[in-house]
C-alpha cells in the first residue's frame, strides 16, 4: 500500500521561507516523477513544482519560478520544497503526490502537470503565510 506524507508547513511571515518535505512508501520512489500541488481556499487545486525520478528534469509554475526548489533524494525516499520569499497569497494546503506510472515526466501539451496522472496523494500540510 502507498502511503504519501507531507511535513514541514506552519506560519511564516511574507517574506520568509519554509521546507517541505514528503516521504513516500510502499512503491519504488527512485521511479516515480513527484510534484507538489497546492490549494488556496476557494480556489482550485494547482501544480506548483515537479520532479523526474531522477532529479534531471524539473518543473515549476510561473509564479514560483526563482523563489522555491525541488529536490529529492532518492535513497532517503523523500521529495522536498524550500520555498523562499513566501506571499501571502501562497497560503494554502500544501500536497505531495506520485504519478501514477513509474518511469514518465509530465505528457500534457502544456507542460503542466495535470492531476488525474498523479495517482497517490499525501494528505496535505498547511502553509500559512502571514501579512
Known amino acids: 500500500q502507498v502511503q504519501v506524507v507531507e511535513s514541514g508547513g506552519g506560519l511564516v511571515q511574507a517574506g520568509g521561507s519554509l521546507r517541505l518535505s514528503c516521504t513516500a512508501s510502499?512503491?519504488?520512489?527512485?521511479?516515480?516523477?513527484m510534484g507538489w500541488f497546492r490549494q488556496a481556499p476557494g480556489k482550485e487545486r494547482e501544480g506548483v513544482s515537479c520532479?523526474?525520478?531522477?532529479?534531471?528534469?524539473?518543473y515549476y509554475a510561473d509564479s514560483v519560478k526563482g523563489r522555491f526548489t525541488i529536490s529529492r533524494d532518492n535513497s532517503k525516499n523523500t521529495l522536498y520544497l524550500q520555498m523562499n520569499s513566501l506571499k501571502f497569497e501562497e497560503t494554502a494546503m500544501y500536497y505531495c503526490?506520485?504519478?501514477?506510472?513509474?518511469?514518465?515526466?509530465?505528457?500534457?501539451?502544456?507542460?503542466?502537470?495535470?492531476?488525474?496522472?498523479?495517482?497517490?496523494w499525501g494528505q496535505g500540510t498547511q502553509v500559512t503565510v502571514s501579512s
Open positions: 510502499g512503491l519504488t520512489f527512485g521511479t516515480y516523477t
Open positions: 503526490a506520485a504519478r501514477r506510472k513509474s518511469l514518465t515526466w509530465l505528457t500534457s501539451s502544456s507542460g503542466r502537470p495535470v492531476e488525474a496522472d498523479f495517482g497517490y
Open positions: 520532479i523526474s525520478w531522477s532529479g534531471s528534469r524539473t
